[in-house]
T-cell receptor
Framework: EADIYQTPRYLVIGTGKKITLECSQTMGHDKMYWYQQDPGMELHLIHYSYGVNSTEKGDLSSESTVSRIRTEHFPLTLESARPSHTSQYLC????????????FGSGTRLTVV | GENVEQHPSTLSVQEGDSAVIKCTYSDSASNYFPWYKQELGKGPQLIIDIRSNVGEKKDQRIAVTLNKTAKHFSLHITETQPEDSAVYFCAASKNSGYSTLTFGKGTMLLVSP
């Protein structure tokens, strides 16, 4: 079944740890995105990719980094987690071209203590 | 860049009533307008979208209208049910393969039985 998967669903980690949030999709979509969702619901674009070896920074400045070595995989890494990184992280993908909706994963809820 | 304003931020209705959520956008070049529903603990899910060559689109109890001259679009939900309770996001993007969706800040809809 075509879908987009995020792991882990929940993560509690100590300050200073390095973490990688995984995102994989089976739809063959070229474009992928990472959003940070604050408690007030608003979605903030932090990274996106047009395809393999393409990564772009989004509207919200983030200390995280991303990579796109394979079409289906778009991991997000925090080198040194801080309490300010506590948030919900949502991954999404879409077809190439204009005017296509996004398919979102279920998200990773990260808590840094 | 594009700016999308969404109102209201919260909306409470009785079961069976209609609900209307309104969005305005700033970039006249935008021509794709999707709506997403986010249930608790899940990622946003595309529920309906409209393109600039269409003024209205319906899918069972939900409909979207677009006024390109005024640069606003609305989501209409008729005969609301408790399972319609969720956060709803509007979004807009331009007709370019390099554009990304700009989301509104979300509306929390509560349908009381």
């Amino acid at each position: 079944e075509a879908d987009i998967y995020q792991t882990p669903r929940y993560l509690v980690i100590g300050t200073g740890k390095k973490i990688t949030l995984e995102c994989s999709q089976t739809m063959g979509h070229d474009k992928m995105y990472w959003y940070q969702q604050d408690p007030g619901m608003e979605l903030h674009l932090i990274h996106y990719s047009y395809g393999v070896n393409s990564t772009e920074k989004g509207d919200l400045s983030s200390e995280s980094t991303v990579s796109r070595i394979r079409t289906e995989h778009f991991p997000l890494t925090l080198e040194s987690a801080r309490p300010s990184h506590t948030s919900q992280y949502l991954c999404a993908s879409s077809e190439s071209g204009a005017g296509y909706g996004y398919t979102f994963g279920s998200g990773t809820r990260l808590t840094v203590v | 860049g594009e700016n999308v304003e969404q109102h209201p931020s919260t909306l409470s209705v009785q079961e069976g009533d209609s609900a209307v959520i309104k969005c305005t956008y700033s970039d006249s070049a935008s021509n794709y307008f999707p709506w997403y529903k986010q249930e608790l603990g899940k990622g946003p899910q595309l529920i309906i979208d409209i393109r600039s060559n269409v003024g209205e689109k319906k899918d069972q109890r939900i409909a979207v209208t677009l006024n390109k001259t005024a640069k606003h679009f609305s989501l209409h939900i008729t005969e609301t049910q408790p399972e319609d309770s969720a956060v709803y996001f509007c979004a807009a993007s331009k007709n370019s393969g390099y554009s990304t969706l700009t989301f509104g800040k979300g509306t929390m809809l509560l349908v009381s039985p």
